[in-house]
Structure formats: C-alpha cells, structure tokens
C-alpha cells in the first residue's frame, strides 16, 4: 500500500521544490553588495549591530525574491507585471513592514523623528528591487519550461 499525502502536504513539497531551483539563480555576492550599499546610506548611530542587521536583510530579500518568483508564473499566462505586482501587494506590503520595525527599532537611527517616511521608502525600494529581480528570474524560468 502506498504512502497517502494530503493535497497541502503535496503543494507545500511542490513550493519546496521550487524554491530550492530558483534560489540556485540567486548570488549571494550580489545579496551581499545591495545590502552593505543599502546599510551604508542610512544614518545608523551604533554600526555594530550593522552584521546583525545584514542577516535580518538578506532574509527579507530572499524572502521578496522568492514571492517574485513565485508570482512570476502568471507572467507565463499573459498578466501584465502591474497587475501581478497588485496580486502580490499584501505579502510584499507585510515584508516591508517587518523590514521598517526592525531597521528603525533595531538601528537605532539617528534624528528618525523626521526620517520616518524617507527610511520607509526605502525599505519598500529594497524588497521592490528583490521582488522584481525574483520576478524575472522566474519568468525567464517559465518561458525556458525549466518549471514543471
């Protein structure tokens, strides 16, 4: 008798699969480099917390370049990019935050008081520029048929 999966168990592996071949596309070096560019921007008052920082960061750009991946498939289906960036703006919208808190609690950013807005709009500038990079690695993924 065989081994019985639930259809969640079966999508989560699917996911898995998935996310496994499309991080193999992903540099780290480059991760790395839009990181320390983006940290070294911002007015950061304790810089040793900054390697600290870094891992929070690239787990956020990992994160935003899998959701563009993942997205990426309606892509192959015709959508136009606006349209499945608004699919996706929830998700995207949440990784921005929890990018904001950490960076601005965490940070301990000089003079924030009046930077609030601008530090925002960079963190969504970050996860954006990771969510687009997965979104095309994906696309040019579909339109290879690399993805089963």
Not at 8 to 37: C, D, G, H, T
Not at 65 to 88: C, H, P, T
Not at 129 to 142: A, I, L, N
Request: glycine fraction near 6%; hydrophobic fraction near 35%.
């Amino acid at each position: 008798m065989g081994v019985i999966f639930t259809f969640k168990e079966k999508r989560r592996q699917k996911q898995m699969i998935f996310e496994k071949r499309a991080l193999r596309e992903l540099s780290l070096e480059s991760l790395r480099a839009s990181i320390s560019r983006f940290l070294k921007e911002q007015p950061i008052k304790n810089r040793s917390i900054e390697s600290i920082m870094e891992d929070y960061f690239l787990e956020s750009a990992i994160e935003s370049y899998l959701l563009g991946a993942r997205y990426s498939k309606f892509s192959y289906y015709g959508e136009q990019v606006d349209a499945i960036r608004n699919r996706s703006l929830e998700e995207e919208k949440h990784l921005v935050n929890h990018l904001y808190h950490y960076f601005y609690f965490a940070g301990g950013l000089e003079d924030a008081a009046n930077k609030q807005e601008v530090i925002y709009e960079k963190c969504k500038g970050f996860v954006e520029t990771w969510w687009r990079e997965g979104f095309h690695k994906g696309e040019r993924r579909y339109k290879l048929r690399l993805i089963r």
